[in-house]
């Protein structure tokens, strides 16, 4: 069974360009979490989505955006790009629904480097 | 407010000498907590889901018990390649966001041969 999987796998823009990151969620997996892992910090949580909905957003700017197409694979934009934004970006997927306890499967992410 | 905080934030052990991680948390109903290991640059990767106070499960030689304020990892006999930070996050009953998990900033651990 594949995993999650992101691309690019690294990514170097200037700043005040645009980023896309993209990601596939396993099959079966409805929900696609985004996460930004700044050197040596802990988990922010970006924006997270469930059959074609955003259903929550973290404390992001509007510049931080996205969206779930009908097969549920997701990508990232961020517009804008500062060099606060470098960074490893994550992708997660889990099973949908409000019910169940489900542990998310992680990505092995994007490095987002802003020069 | 839900939260999670796990300690130390580092941990060194030489190799066999078993210790424990700690991750402590407050949230509105637990549903669920779990572990997962992060290698540098990679994304965390699945170890444990705890469901209730009194649960245990295990993996080769890592071990994780559930109470109803904390969750200990005890690594028994570690070795070098358990070296990782690990994550601690929790699920909880907030009819809001009862899917987002709640993070720890995690326990670095290094183990030298």
């Known amino acids: 069974e594949a995993g999650v999987t992101q691309s690019p796998t690294h990514l170097i823009k200037t700043r005040g360009q645009q980023a896309t990151l993209r990601c596939s969620p396993i099959?079966?997996?409805?929900?696609v979490y985004w996460y930004q892992q700044a050197l040596g910090l802990g988990l922010q949580f970006l924006l997270w989505?469930?059959?074609?909905?955003?259903?929550n957003r973290g404390n992001f700017p509007p510049r931080f955006s996205g969206r779930q197409f009908p097969n549920y694979s997701s990508e990232l934009n961020v517009n804008a790009l500062e060099l606060e934004d470098s960074a490893l970006y994550l992708c997660a997927s889990s099973y949908g629904g409000t019910g169940g306890v489900y542990g998310y499967t992680f990505g092995s992410g994007t490095r987002l480097t802003v020069v | 407010e839900d939260q999670v905080t796990q300690s130390p934030e580092a941990l060194r052990l030489q190799e066999g000498e078993s210790s424990s991680l700690n991750c402590s948390y407050t949230v509105s109903g637990l549903r669920g907590l779990f572990w997962y290991r992060q290698d540098p640059g990679k994304g965390p990767e699945f170890l444990f889901t705890?469901?209730?106070?009194?649960e245990e499960k295990e993996k080769e030689r890592l071990k994780a018990t559930l109470t109803k304020k904390e969750s200990f990892l005890h690594i028994t006999a570690p070795k070098p390649e358990d070296s990782a930070t690990y994550l601690c996050?929790?699920?909880?009953?907030?009819?809001?966001?009862?899917?987002?998990?709640?993070w720890g900033l995690g326990t670095s651990l290094a183990v030298n041969p």
């Open positions: 099959s079966g997996h409805t929900s």
């Open positions: 989505y469930d059959e074609g909905e955003e259903r």
């Open positions: 996050a929790v699920q909880s009953n907030n009819a809001g966001n009862n899917r987002k998990l709640i």
């Open positions: 705890l469901y209730s106070a009194g």
